[in-house]
């Protein structure tokens, strides 16, 4: 099998990634964390609804690694809020630091290594307590 070193890749990790594609462990793995994501979303949905539901709303998504949460309050700054996260050590983006036009006030967030129910509550409270 002729490999071209691609950038500073070896041959030999080259190899080893096709065999893992070809083998069909790439494709087993990526249902695996579709599954996992799409469970995690759904648990990150429902406590933040149940503790953050008076202040945001979840928009629905079908897949993806980030959920949208919009801010109720039409008047709220995502962006100050992201900031309050970001020195409280929880990690999030502004939705309207994306868009070039106006848009509801929202956070993008991740929720992929929200691992327990105890957690993703500890999170919410932690959300709910900078929402000032």
């Not at 080259?14 to 579709?34: A, C, D, K, P």
């Not at 959920?67 to 999030?92: C, E, W």
């Amino acid at each position: 099998m002729n490999t071209h070193n691609a950038g500073n890749v070896s041959g030999l990790t080259q190899n080893s990634v096709l065999t893992f594609m070809q083998e069909g462990h790439f494709s087993r793995h990526i249902q695996r964390m579709r599954m996992l994501y799409t469970e995690r979303r759904k648990l990150v949905a429902q406590v933040f609804t149940q503790v953050l539901g008076d202040k945001v709303s979840i928009e629905h998504q079908l897949g993806g690694m980030h959920m949208i949460v919009k801010l109720k309050n039409q008047n709220a700054d995502d962006v100050a809020l992201s900031n309050r996260m970001m020195k409280s050590g929880l990690y999030s983006q502004a939705l309207s630091e994306w868009s070039t036009r106006p848009v509801h006030p929202s956070l993008i967030l991740s929720f992929t290594n929200i691992q327990t129910k105890a957690e993703c509550y500890e999170l919410a409270h932690r959300l709910k307590e900078l929402m000032i």
